[in-house]
């Protein structure tokens, strides 16, 4: 059953049309993965979605429910939580701190116990529980931000770029957080330039070139590609 879906997405920045009709569906309980190059509007797809961005034209359902115009605190009530490139968390928060602003919509039970779970989840952030957010390592901040997202109980995670500028071990670490995380129920809708990882953990994908889909398939579909080989895989 589609838990997400988009159809005929047409997303604008002023002039600028970022998104030109895409349609993409993320099943109960998968890992779909958005591969594409520098501008190929992957991030603009999850700020559509989460409501940071409104399209102009096209409809985006949750569950069947038309979420297209709703706004993005809404979103994250109803379990569309987004994990943004960069991180951003709050460097002058204590760890504890940053998790609990994941948790505006969440009650005070609640909270205790999705904190319990993200320091099961990654038991280095409780060690640090009370260091600023400013102060810790790469990986850490990627751990944090992932953390902060699952205090609000997502139905749908939005991961946009979580490997980025981490060392190698680090990125094998957060992709393996992913699989649990799926593993455990979460539906992910995963944007990540290292295409090889994300289909290596991904059950489907899409290819995105300035703001089209010009391919899809299930990751080993995808992965047996020629054009993806070439363009994304590095194999020639």
Known sequence: MALLELENIHTYYGQIHALKGISIIVNEAEIVT???????????????????????????????????????????????????EGRRIFARLTVTENLEMGAFTQSKNSIQHNMERVFELFPRLKERRKQYGGTLSGGEQQMLAIGRALMANPRVLLLDEPSMGLAPVLVDSIFETIQTLNKAGTTILLVEQNARMALQIANRGYVLQTGEIVLSGTADELRANEMVQKSYLGIT
């Open 34 to 84: 958005l591969i594409g190059g520098n501008g190929a509007g992957k991030s603009t797809t999850l700020n559509t979605i989460s409501g940071l961005l409104h399209p102009r034209e096209g409809k985006i359902t949750l569950a069947g429910e038309d979420i297209t115009t709703r706004k993005a605190h809404e979103l994250v009530a109803m379990g569309v939580v987004q994990v943004p």
